[in-house]
Structures are given as C-alpha cells and as structure tokens.
C-alpha cells in the first residue's frame, strides 16, 4: 500500500515490550507493504490508546516487524527494553534519543525481502543519539534485499574491484540524508555500513556516523564501509574502542576517521575510489595493521599525531594505481612504501610532508603486478619469478613528494641505483639522493630569464590592484 503523509515513518517489533517511549519524527511520502501505526501524541508504547491505525490493522497486538510507526513531527524518547527489531526510522526534522536497556538489542534493517524505500535510517539533517548498556546492530542483508526491482546483492566490491556476490548481512543503511549525525555510544556491531541515495528524492548530502561505544563486526565477515559521491560526503568516525576479525574495505567515497586507544584486526584495510581513511594517534602506536594499509586509486591515508601506525616489518603501505596520497601530520616510522601498478600508464604515490616533523622508512620499492615480485630498494626493478629472480625494468611509477624539505625523510637503505632515484620527485628539487642517512635533493634556482617572468607577473598584479583603488 502505498501511503502519504506529513509524518514520515518507524518500523518496528519489539516482542513482550513493556514500556517504550515514542520516537516523534517529520515529513516524506513513501510506500510500505502492511499496516502503519501513527501516534500524534506521543506516549507509552505498551499503551495501545495512544495509536491510531492506518488501513486496517488492529490495536490488539503490538506493530509486526514488517509494520511501520511514526509520529507527527515531535521529537522523542524511545526506549528499548527488550529485543527489538527495526526496518526503517525516518528521523527528519526533529531530535530523537534512543537508550537500549542492558543486555538487549536494536536490530536495524530487518524484516523485508523487497520493498520499494525504507530499509534503513533516513536522518534528514537531524541528530539522533543512540545510548544505553545494550548493543546496537545493523540487520539489513545484501543477499535479499532489493529496492525498486534493484538487486543489492552485489552493492560492494572487494578489494580489487570485484563485486562481492551474494549475502553481506547485518548492513546499516543510511539514506536520504541531508547532512544529518547518528552518535551511538551504546555498543554497535555491524558487517557493512552504506550510505544511500534515495534516487535523488531528498537531495542527499551525504551524514556522519560516530560510533562512540565499542564496534565489532556482528559476525567473523569483511567490514564494507560505502559512500555515495563526490558531492554527498559521508563520514564514519569510530571513537571507541575497535575490533575487526578481518578485512576493511572503504569505498566509493567515503571517509572514516579512526580515534582510539584500543584498536585490533588481524588483517588489512583497503581504501578505494576517492576514500580517505584517519588514523589518529596519541604517540603509542597503537593502529597495528598487520597485513597492511592499501590504497587502490585516488586514495588516501592521513596519518594524525605522532608514531601513529605500530613500527614493525608489517607496516608497508601499498599504493596500487594511480593518484594515492599518504599525509604524514606529525613524525611516523614505517617499513617502508611499496607502488603497486600494472600496465604502462604513468602511476604516481604522493607523500605529503607539509605537516610532517620526521618520517623515517627502512624501504622505497615498487611491484608493478600481483604476479611479480618486488626487488627490495629498487624503484624501477622487479622479480617476474621469485623462484629464477628474473629481473625487468619498469619506469613508469614515480614517488612523489609535496613540499619536500631535506632533512624530513629519513632512509634506512639506499636504492640500488641512480636510475632508482630518477623516479623520486619533488616541485622545485632535483638530482634525490640518500645523504647521511637522510633523502636529500638539490633545489631549484630560478634562472634570469624565469626571474624576469615572476617579477613581471607580480609588476601585473600590483598595477591591477592600483587600478581597483
């Protein structure tokens, strides 16, 4: 059925629910396939006389999970005392605050193989805060849920650009937001978290997710974290304490920030498409990625704080493709930097030092594809066959510093060879070399004929300002 309303709507099955206070939320017009329970008061959940009904259903019995509650534009408590499963909470316009009692959970997502909106939390510009002792989880599954004949089975990709196949379950979806803030300080476990667009309806600008209680993944899975666009920033900041049992794939856009004292994975964290990830760091070293960091096109990795990424043989950071930027805003030891990058197109890391003190590498090397072998220190050399060590010749990766200064980049081991060095760069430094332990360049000294053209653009400037005045 499909329904038009000034409220928008809240999905929810709450089983031998006692007391729970209502969610009060604002404006959309959607479809749903059962009843709708609508309260324009407000009250106490287990209080049926505080619901109307929408086509037909009965105030006999508590919202089945496929139901829909909602409220007239209030903002709300909504207390959750027992196991409560949600599939969708439009939040637009007012503030909600959600407590979930110890020891119970708040399943978002679930309920529905295919609907054509409403899977999911649909923010708005609002804030929610999502609180209490018990645990928060993401329900929606790739594997069944399909929106406007749209299959969302395949809506992830792994690290190399395959689409994952299949079931992901326990997703948090975020949609039609408008800019809006979740803060979840309860617990949180989630295998995906995507952001939405709901076909252009809303104009979504993207929203941000802090989670500031404990996350883990709800299952031994893959974390997929997916944006929506270059316009719709979404970001993902987790302030609590993190444990991953494998993977992170970040993607398509989005940025999440990572600011914690207890961090733990066992294996590696690939960002991808135009996605940044924020390690901040209080000088322990605390972010031990064991498996590395990847960056697989136009990615980057901030590295906030000093000594952020656990010094080791482990924390080689991959740049695969082209365009990955790593941001160095304090000092960092690392093993080292390896290109990753097939094919003849000109492929270049940059490495941005603007806000670096000190960052010290054991290694430069590149591995131009998954079925070569690097040759340690070599930025132009590589192993077709580890077995026979047959070296090739490649010339097309570069490493590429921004605002480079001599005395910032710290170098265990020399690369093999002046050809080497001929792929480090920097504007305005020339003829790199390892120095006393350290990467030095010669800078750039304007020729005349160059002075006389700056002087000249500067003399242009001056007179059109005069003019102006």
Same mark, same amino acid.
């Given at each position: 059925?499909?329904?038009?309303?000034?409220?928008?709507?809240?999905?929810?099955? *709450?089983?031998?629910?006692?007391?729970?206070?209502?969610?009060? *939320?604002?404006?959309?017009?959607?479809?749903? /396939?059962?009843?709708?329970?609508?309260?324009?008061? &407000?009250?106490?959940?287990?209080?049926?006389?505080?619901?109307?009904?929408?086509?037909?259903?009965?105030?006999?019995?508590?919202?089945?999970?496929?139901?829909?509650?909602?409220?007239?534009?209030?903002?709300?408590?909504?207390?959750?005392?027992?196991?409560?499963?949600?599939?969708?909470?439009?939040?637009?316009?007012?503030?909600?605050?959600?407590? *979930?009692?110890?020891?119970?959970?708040?399943?978002?997502?679930?309920?529905?193989?295919?609907?054509?909106?409403? $899977?999911?939390? #649909?923010?708005?510009?609002?804030?929610?805060?999502?609180?209490?002792?018990?645990?928060?989880?993401?329900?929606?599954?790739?594997?069944?849920? @399909?929106? !406007?004949?749209?299959?969302?089975?395949?809506?992830?990709?792994?690290?190399?650009?395959?689409?994952?196949?299949?079931?992901?379950?326990?997703?948090?979806?975020?949609?039609?937001? @408008?800019?809006?803030?979740?803060?979840?300080?309860?617990?949180?476990? /989630? =295998?995906?978290?995507?952001?939405?667009?709901?076909?252009?309806?809303?104009?979504?600008? &993207?929203?941000?997710?802090?989670?500031?209680?404990?996350?883990?993944? /709800?299952?031994?899975?893959?974390?997929?974290?997916?944006?929506?666009? /270059?316009?719709?920033?979404?970001?993902?900041?987790?302030?609590?304490?993190?444990?991953?049992?494998?993977?992170?794939?970040?993607?398509?856009?989005?940025?999440?920030?990572?600011?914690?004292?207890?961090?733990?994975?066992?294996?590696?964290?690939?960002?991808?498409?135009?996605?940044?990830?924020?390690?901040?760091? !209080?000088?322990?070293?605390?972010?031990?990625?064991?498996?590395?960091?990847?960056?697989?096109?136009?990615?980057?990795?901030?590295?906030?704080?000093?000594?952020?990424?656990?010094?080791?043989?482990?924390?080689?950071?991959?740049?695969?493709?082209?365009? #990955?930027?790593?941001?160095?805003?304090?000092?960092?030891?690392?093993?080292?930097?390896?290109?990753?990058?097939?094919?003849?197109?000109?492929?270049?890391?940059?490495?941005?030092?603007?806000?670096?003190?000190?960052?010290?590498?054991?290694?430069?090397?590149?591995?131009?594809?998954?079925?070569?072998?690097?040759?340690?220190?070599?930025?132009?050399?590589?192993?077709?066959?580890?077995?026979?060590?047959?070296?090739? $010749?490649?010339?097309?990766?570069?490493?590429?510093?921004?605002?480079?200064? #001599?005395?910032?980049?710290?170098?265990? =081991?020399?690369?093999?060879?002046?050809?080497?060095? @001929?792929?480090?760069?920097?504007?305005?430094?020339? =003829?790199?070399?390892?120095?006393?332990?350290?990467?030095?360049?010669?800078? $750039?000294?304007?020729?005349?004929?160059?002075?006389?053209?700056?002087?000249?653009?500067?003399?242009?400037?001056?007179?059109?300002?005069?003019?102006?005045?």
């Amino acid at each position: 059925m499909s329904i038009s309303n000034t409220s928008v709507y809240l999905h929810l099955n *709450i089983k031998n629910m006692k007391k729970i206070l209502l969610l009060s *939320i604002c404006a959309t017009s959607v479809a749903f /396939a059962s009843d709708v329970f609508v309260s324009s008061t &407000g009250g106490d959940y287990s209080s049926l006389s505080t619901w109307e009904t929408v086509s037909g259903g009965s105030l006999s019995s508590l919202p089945a999970s496929t139901d829909t509650l909602r409220m007239n534009e209030k903002s709300g408590v909504l207390n959750i005392d027992e196991d409560a499963t949600l599939l969708g909470a439009s939040l637009w316009g007012k503030a909600h605050s959600i407590t *979930i009692a110890q020891d119970k959970t708040f399943t978002l997502g679930t309920g529905i193989i295919s609907a054509s909106d409403g $899977v999911g939390f #649909n923010i708005g510009s609002t804030t929610t805060n999502i609180s209490g002792d018990g645990t928060f989880i993401g329900g929606a599954n790739t594997g069944t849920y @399909k929106e !406007n004949n749209v299959d969302y089975s395949n809506i992830f990709v792994g690290a190399y650009g395959e689409k994952v196949k299949g079931n992901v379950s326990n997703v948090l979806v975020v949609y039609g937001a @408008k800019g809006g803030t979740y803060n979840i300080s309860s617990a949180a476990k /989630a =295998n995906g978290i995507v952001f939405k667009d709901r076909s252009g309806t809303y104009d979504s600008k &993207g929203g941000t997710i802090n989670f500031l209680g404990s996350f883990t993944t /709800a299952t031994s899975s893959v974390l997929y974290i997916k944006g929506l666009n /270059a316009t719709t920033p979404a970001n993902v900041n987790f302030k609590g304490s993190v444990t991953l049992s494998k993977e992170v794939i970040i993607q398509n856009y989005a940025n999440v920030t990572i600011d914690t004292n207890k961090f733990t994975t066992s294996a590696w964290i690939g960002v991808r498409g135009n996605s940044t990830l924020k390690l901040v760091g !209080n000088g322990s070293g605390q972010y031990d990625v064991s498996a590395k960091v990847r960056l697989n096109g136009n990615a980057t990795l901030i590295l906030e704080g000093d000594n952020v990424y656990k010094s080791g043989s482990a924390t080689r950071i991959n740049a695969e493709g082209s365009d #990955n930027k790593l941001v160095i805003n304090g000092s960092q030891k690392l093993d080292g930097l390896c290109l990753v990058g097939k094919g003849s197109d000109v492929k270049t890391f940059y490495i941005d030092l603007t806000n670096t003190t000190l960052l010290e590498l054991t290694h430069l090397t590149v591995q131009p594809g998954g079925d070569n072998y690097f040759k340690t220190d070599s930025l132009t050399e590589y192993y077709t066959s580890w077995a026979n060590k047959t070296s090739k $010749v490649v010339d097309n990766l570069f490493i590429e510093f921004i605002n480079f200064e #001599n005395g910032k980049v710290k170098l265990a =081991n020399d690369l093999l060879s002046a050809e080497d060095w @001929k792929q480090v760069k920097a504007d305005g430094w020339e =003829n790199f070399r390892l120095e006393n332990g350290y990467i030095t360049a010669t800078e $750039v000294i304007p020729e005349p004929a160059e002075w006389a053209v700056i002087f000249g653009a500067i003399a242009l400037v001056f007179v059109a300002y005069k003019r102006r005045r």
